[in-house]
Each structure stands twice: as structure tokens, then as C-alpha cells.
């Protein structure tokens, strides 16, 4: 972007010291004067390149606008799956209880299965 605006001064710096020194008093033969439609052209080249500038920082903003957004989607993901790996390992604490105490029932079951065997055979 420096150099779209770097370019346009540069000429128009040039053309101006050429003016200024086709101006001065002859030490020697001074350099003819530039045309006046290189100072329009150079005047063109230099709006169109403020307008390229002004396109690109309203860009520049809308991208910034949504880097943040971004940001804080990333931030909100990043809090869910958290949540989302507590509620696993909660859920899976559960899982474990539940199947011991599954096993539990099953044991006492036996247990008791073996025991009502033994009292009928008595």
C-alpha cells in the first residue's frame, strides 16, 4: 500500500524540483519546464492511489471487525468442549457406578440363589 502512495509523490516531488530549477536563474542551461498535464496525470495518480488506500482501511477494518468475532467464537468453542469434557468424564463416572452397582445386584443374587438352594435342601 506505501508503495501505491509512495509512487504518485515521488513523481509529483520530481516534477516540482524539475519546476523549481526550470525557474531559477540560468547558472547553466536549466532543464525545460515539465508539461502542466504531467502535474494533472501525476494529481490523478495520486487521487485514484488515496482512494485504493481508503478502499483497502475500510477493508482492513471490516477484517479486523471479524478477526474478533472469530476470536470470541474460538473462545466460546473452547469453554463448550470444556464443558463438554466434564460432562463426558461426569457421565462416565456414572456409567462405571451404575455397572458396579449392577454387578453388585447380580452377585447378591447369586448369593442369595446359593443360599435359598441350601435351606431347600435342609
Do not use: Y
Not at 23 to 45: N, R, V
Not at 67 to 95: M, T, Y
Amino acid at each position: 500500500m506505501s508503495e501505491i502512495l509512495l509512487a504518485p509523490l515521488n513523481e509529483l516531488q520530481a516534477l516540482a524540483n524539475t519546476l523549481f530549477l526550470s525557474l531559477s536563474p540560468p547558472q547553466t542551461k536549466p532543464p525545460p519546464q515539465p508539461p502542466l498535464s504531467s502535474f494533472s496525470e501525476c494529481d490523478k495518480a495520486l487521487a485514484s492511489a488515496i482512494n485504493l488506500a481508503h478502499v483497502h482501511q475500510i477493508k482492513q477494518r471490516k477484517i479486523d471487525v471479524l478477526e474478533a468475532e472469530i476470536l470470541e467464537l474460538e473462545a466460546q468453542w473452547r469453554e463448550i468442549c470444556a464443558e463438554l469434557a466434564s460432562g463426558k468424564a461426569e457421565l462416565e463416572g456414572l456409567i462405571e457406578e451404575g455397572d458396579e452397582r449392577i454387578k453388585a445386584i447380580e452377585e447378591a443374587k447369586k448369593g442369595n440363589f446359593a443360599q435359598n438352594k441350601m435351606i431347600s435342601t435342609f
